[in-house]
């Protein structure tokens, strides 16, 4: 099907379509779905005693589901184009919902497991029917405050996960992290049920099995081995991690290959045709490379450094992550009215200043400072990331709206994974090299120091990522369309 009849065949119905109940739907279904990602990671130490396993063990409940999103996230393009909205948003929440309840009874931690693969399984499927449904049912000059929308429910669910947790577990058990979630993902599947409606029309293309294979031993390979570097024995010198990273990098090799070959690839990576979508990709990547530099490495720096506990760290980080949700509607309001210049280059800045200041932490830095300087950062976020999205999804044609959805979230899983390994792995280096070379390293104070040290030599990093997002934020465009054939 070429662009033009896609839009002509997607756009009939629409114009009949209520948006808002179905915009609202599919956020109810995200936010509780999104939510369980950083929900759970409180509770791992009670986890350990409880369910009687060691932390590398229990650190599958993390890697897992990270490596089912990663794996089902390239799939989406195809599903998206097989199955209708109702369909697949309905069938991704009756897998989360399943596994919720999978994961509160679960007796031993086998059972817990697959109950978070089942979660996982559904949130995959999740975010990219989200995007795809709002591109259809918006046109580009008000797609910007539809995906700001999306953005305050991909920042607040998971900012409010950790202290959400905490709150619960001081109460009660880790059973009701789930039970909690339970009644909820049922209203959405009930209000979905009633309000969703279909915004496009399955076309069924031919499936690829070869390159479903490639496609899950690629990108699962790259999130497997990175997201398991810091928890294998000898990291990154690891077997099991050289191996995981190399079949998926060779996997990785021969999905691109195939996917340029055949005439209905399972992720069309002719999307990358048009110069702001690519743009957008290779931004979007270093931003998630960016975030996660912070995101990892600030919880280290308040535990580790500064003494503080998981409950006090998460609620230091609460306010900016809170703040960046709250404000991405209006970010995108914004987007629509004055394009993306307007927001992303003084982002970029913003950002920019604000990893610079982050390197000149030290043991003596006051938590109203931490605050301050996060709460920035993440307002900084929300004048990039989804301003930046939208403009490059907007110039792509409808038929290759499922795959620009699929290209995008998928490289944010696998920068994500990349992220946390690599900053994670430069900042141990940084304290060991610290404590290598102090007269007494077994004192807290040396201790401290060490963690500091690691955290800024990981932070230098960022900034030299920040640096060069920027620049090349210089060359963003806004778009309205497809401005290719």
């Not at 030599?457 to 963003?476: E, M, P």
């Amino acid at each position: 099907m070429n662009a033009s009849g896609a839009a002509a065949s997607a756009s009939q119905p629409i114009g009949d379509v209520k948006r808002l109940p179905i915009l609202i739907s599919l956020m109810i279904g995200a936010f509780f779905s999104i939510l369980n990602e950083t929900l759970l990671n409180v509770a791992f130490p009670e986890l350990m005693v409880e369910l009687n396993v060691t932390a590398p063990t229990l650190q599958w409940l993390a890697t897992g589901y990270m490596l089912v999103v990663g794996v089902l996230v390239p799939a989406s393009a195809l599903l998206v184009q097989w199955f209708t909205t109702r369909q697949m948003f309905l069938g991704a929440m009756f897998l989360f919902t399943v596994g919720t309840l999978v994961c509160g009874a679960a007796p031993h931690f086998s059972v817990l497991l697959i109950g978070r693969l089942l979660q996982a399984a559904g949130t995959g499927l999740m975010l990219p029917v989200l995007m795809n449904t709002i591109l259809v049912l918006y046109p580009p000059e008000k797609r910007g405050a539809a995906m700001g929308s999306i953005g305050l429910v991909i920042m607040f669910a998971p900012a409010i996960g950790p202290t959400l947790s905490g709150l619960i577990l001081q109460s009660l058990q880790w059973r009701w992290l789930f039970f909690i979630v339970l009644p909820f993902a049922i209203f959405s599947i009930v209000f979905a049920f009633i309000y969703l409606k279909n915004v496009s029309q399955p076309t069924k293309p031919k499936v690829d099995v070869v390159s479903i294979i490639l496609s899950t031993f690629g990108f699962g390979g790259i999130v497997y081995g990175f997201s398991s570097s810091g928890e294998s024995h000898g990291g990154w010198a690891s077997t099991q991690v050289f191996v995981a990273v190399l079949i998926g990098a060779i996997s990785l090799l021969l999905f691109v290959l195939r996917q340029l070959r055949v005439k209905e690839p399972l992720m069309d990576l002719r999307a990358f045709r048009y110069p702001m979508f690519t743009l957008t990709t290779v931004l979007l990547v270093i931003m998630m490379m960016t975030l996660f530099s912070t995101m990892s490495l600030l919880p280290f720096l308040f535990q580790g450094a500064l003494g503080m506990t998981v409950f006090a760290s998460g609620l230091l980080m609460l306010p900016g992550s809170l703040l960046n949700g709250l404000i991405s509607p209006l970010t995108g309001k914004l987007f629509d009215k004055f394009g993306p210049r307007a927001l992303v280059i003084p982002g970029m800045v913003f950002l920019v200043v604000i990893m610079w200041l982050f390197t000149r932490v030290d043991l003596d830095t006051t938590k109203m400072v931490l605050l301050a300087l996060h709460i920035c950062l993440m307002v900084a976020i929300a004048m990039i990331m989804m301003p930046t999205q939208t403009n490059g999804l907007n110039q792509l044609p409808q038929h290759y709206y499922p795959h620009g959805t699929a290209i995008l979230n998928t490289m944010q899983q696998v920068a994500g994974a990349i992220g946390v390994a690599f900053f994670i792995s430069i900042m141990s280096t940084g304290q060991g090299r610290y404590l290598a070379g102090s007269s007494n390293p077994t004192a807290p104070a040396e201790i401290a120091k060490a963690m500091v040290a690691g955290v800024h030599n990981a932070f230098v990093i960022g900034l030299g990522f920040a640096v060069a997002a920027l620049v090349l934020s210089l060359f963003i465009k806004r778009t309205q369309g497809p401005t290719m054939k």
